[in-house]
Every structure is written in structure tokens, then in C-alpha cells.
């Protein structure tokens, strides 16, 4: 596990676009960290390395929101979603997110830890905190054999 | 008459039987469930040839597996029940792997494994015999979980679609045989459910009972 410090949220938005460029059809990313801790603001990142067009905000209404991505690395669709009001597992168990993602999609999936024994140990997890001066660190915790290599821990 | 719905994979079937014979049908590979299962059971029953009204009791196999699928094939059995008055009987993709493989002569220990996605696996142990008898309920494990588990002196045999995905890492077992089969028969399952009583069927769902608790746990701030 490796941490990067982001001090501005112009930072957290590199770090999310420096994960999207390990990032494969598939792949389900866990969010994990305090409210404001800058997960959406990561999300924007990833989105934006992947070519997403539309405004990424904050999908707590909607639980999952599907953005169109224009990438040559086959990754079609971003679904962002929040578990921050789910009431119960079945409400993210219907999701079926790790199934949805399986073709040409991915998942960036915010207090994902709610929803954990349903994504199985092939995951990725990006955990926020937050010190006394509002900056934030980034632990980021890779899934079995997919190491990034080198470039988190700017 | 039965009918046979089978969701728990990438694949959608289904089969139709009577005190005669029986036929099954596999009507798409690739995660078309919604596209194909209702009018592949139409096919089916003019093929026969039968009409909807005849179908006295619905198998459906509830899992565990493809949740999109079981999604489909599930509310798909309920519906046509409803509508007819068919029995509705489940079985699970697991019990009908055990099945499958004692049908080909397969006996003592038996592990059925369902490709769980996402690393993991949906397995139950199984002893083959005269009977097929569960050991243990469905649960959820990791390749290499189950091959450092298994411990036991006969040579298993671990079968399902999981014994396709994951063959290489359970060959690791000693003396283990992988039988591979992709989806779940319906003909099978029709067979297994023919016996059994009706009653309500939910998508089964093994990684729930784990999250759930894990929810519990977690306080909101
Ligand atoms: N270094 C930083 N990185 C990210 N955001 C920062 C940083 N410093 C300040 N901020 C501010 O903190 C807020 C982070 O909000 P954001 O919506 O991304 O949090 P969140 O983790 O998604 O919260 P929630 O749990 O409510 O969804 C933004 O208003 C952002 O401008
Ligand atoms: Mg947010």
C-alpha cells in the first residue's frame, strides 16, 4: 500500500487521473474515507482521464449514475455510485455492479466499503483521510497481482 | 408438464418434460437472458408440441450465480406461474452440478463450484453415493481457499463452471478431477424439482449473509 498527498483538490484530481491510467474493463474502485474527503472530487479525475463529456457530481440521489466514456483502452461506460444513503445491502446487491462492469465498464463506487463482501477480493481501494490541515492522503490498496507500477506515492 | 428455466450463468436454457421424455434447449451463451428466455420456452412448447396452459410446475435453478441472470430467470418463472397456476419448485445451480456428475458416474467426495466473479467462487461439498448428499450449504471461497482446504484422503472431484474457470488452480488438489460443465442442465434440474414441494423462490444470493453483517457493523457518522 502506498499513500500520495494531495493538498489542493486540484491534487486529488491528478491522483484520480493517475489511477485511470491502471485502470481495465472490469475493475471495480472502492472510495473509501469521510464525508468531504474528496472522493468525488477524485471521481472527476478518473472521469476526465477516461473521457467522460458530462459534469461528474455526486450520485448520493441516484445511487449509480452511468457516464459515456471516449477512450482507446475499451472502457465504454463509468458508473459512479454512492452507497452514503444505501438502507440496506439489497439495494446495492440489485445494483449487481460487479457484473455490470464485466464487458466494457468500470466502477468507482463511493463508501463502497457498505457493499464489501460483494465485490470479492479483485478490487481496488483508494482510502481518504484527512489531517488538521485539510490535507489529504490517498492509501491506495491494489488488487492481487495487479501492483501498479511505480507513480502513486507522487 | 414440466418446464425448466436455468439463469445462474452467462448462458440462458430451459427444457420441457413429461412422464415421457424430456428435451432442453440452450438459447444463448452470452448474457442475452431477457432477449431469449421467453420466447425459447415459446419455441420450445411448439416444438413439443404444447401449449403454456399444459405446464403444471415451473423448476427454476435460483442460484447462486450470474445475479443479472437469476434476476431474469426467476422473475421470468414467478410471472409464468402466476399466470398459470404452475407449481413453482427452485434447486439450486449447485445441487444440479452434484446431480449432473453423478449422473456420469461420479462418486464419493464432490465439490460443485459456480464461478462467483470477481475472484471467488460459490462452492458446496457434496458426497456421491446412492444418493446426492450435501455436506455443507453454499458458501462463498476463494480458488486458493478451497484447494488449501481440501484435505480429505479420497480424491475429489470438483464440478461446474467454476471447474472450467478456475481448472488450473484446483488441479493443485491431489487427485482431483475438474469436470467442466458450463451451465447447469435443465433436464437435470427438471428432475430434481419433479420431486419436490413448491414454494417461493428468491434469487440466491450467497454473499449476502457475509455483507450483511458487515453492514451492521458499520456505523454512519
Ligand atoms: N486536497 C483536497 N482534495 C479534495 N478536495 C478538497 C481538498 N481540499 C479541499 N477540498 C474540498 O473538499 C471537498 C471534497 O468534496 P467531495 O464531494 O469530493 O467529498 P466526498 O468525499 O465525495 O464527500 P461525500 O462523502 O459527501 O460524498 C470539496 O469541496 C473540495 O473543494
Ligand atoms: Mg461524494
Known amino acids: ?154 | 408438464m414440466i418446464l425448466g428455466i436455468e439463469t445462474a450463468t452467462t448462458a440462458c436454457a430451459a427444457g420441457l418434460a413429461d412422464s415421457e421424455r424430456s428435451v432442453e434447449s440452450l438459447l444463448a451463451r452470452d448474457r442475452r437472458h431477457v432477449e431469449v428466455l421467453v420466447p425459447g420456452i415459446q419455441g420450445l412448447l411448439a416444438a413439443w408440441p404444447a401449449m403454456l396452459r399444459d405446464v403444471t410446475r415451473i423448476v427454476v435453478d435460483y442460484g447462486p450465480g450470474l445475479f443479472t441472470g437469476l434476476r431474469v430467470g426467476v422473475a421470468t418463472a414467478r410471472a409464468l406461474a402466476e399466470a398459470t397456476g404452475a407449481e413453482l419448485v427452485g434447486v439450486t445451480s449447485l445441487e444440479v452440478y452434484a446431480t449432473q456428475a453423478a449422473a456420469r458416474g461420479v462418486s464419493g467426495p464432490v465439490v460443485a463450484v459456480v464461478d462467483g466473479r470477481r475472484g471467488e467462487l460459490f462452492a458446496q461439498r457434496f458426497a456421491l453415493g446412492d444418493a446426492v448428499v450435501a455436506l455443507d450449504a453454499p458458501h462463498v471461497v476463494r480458488p486458493g481457499d478451497l484447494v488449501a482446504g481440501a484435505t480429505g484422503a479420497a480424491p475429489v472431484t470438483f464440478v461446474g463452471d467454476g471447474a472450467i474457470r478456475y481448472a488450473g488452480d484446483l488441479a493443485a488438489v491431489p487427485g482431483a478431477t475438474c469436470l467442466g460443465i458450463a451451465w447447469p442442465s435443465p433436464e437435470t434440474a427438471m428432475a430434481l424439482g419433479a420431486r419436490r414441494d413448491p414454494a417461493p423462490v428468491h434469487p440466491l444470493y450467497v454473499r449476502e449473509a457475509d455483507a450483511v453483517a458487515n453492514f451492521a457493523t458499520r456505523s454512519r457518522p
Open chain 1, 1 to 154: 500500500m502506498s499513500t500520495r498527498r494531495c493538498v489542493r483538490p486540484a491534487d486529488t484530481v491528478a491522483a484520480g487521473r493517475a489511477l485511470a491510467a491502471w485502470l481495465a474493463p472490469g475493475d471495480v474502485v472502492v472510495l473509501t474515507g469521510p464525508l468531504g474527503a474528496g472522493k468525488t472530487v477524485f471521481a472527476t479525475g478518473v472521469a476526465a482521464a477516461l473521457g467522460v463529456r458530462e459534469r461528474v457530481t455526486s450520485p448520493t440521489f441516484t445511487l449509480v449514475r452511468p457516464h459515456a466514456c471516449a477512450n482507446d483502452r475499451g472502457i465504454a461506460t463509468l458508473y459512479h455510485a454512492d452507497l452514503y444513503r444505501v438502507e440496506s445491502l439489497d439495494e446495492v446487491a440489485d445494483l449487481a455492479l460487479g457484473e455490470l462492469v464485466e464487458e466494457s465498464a468500470l466502477a468507482l463506487i463511493e463508501w463502497g466499503e457498505r457493499g464489501a463482501a460483494l465485490w470479492g477480493p479483485e478490487h481496488w481501494e483508494v482510502r481518504f483521510t484527512l489531517d488538521d490541515d485539510e490535507v489529504r492522503e490517498l492509501a491506495l490498496v491494489a488488487p492481487p497481482g495487479r501492483a501498479p507500477v511505480g507513480g502513486w506515492a507522487a
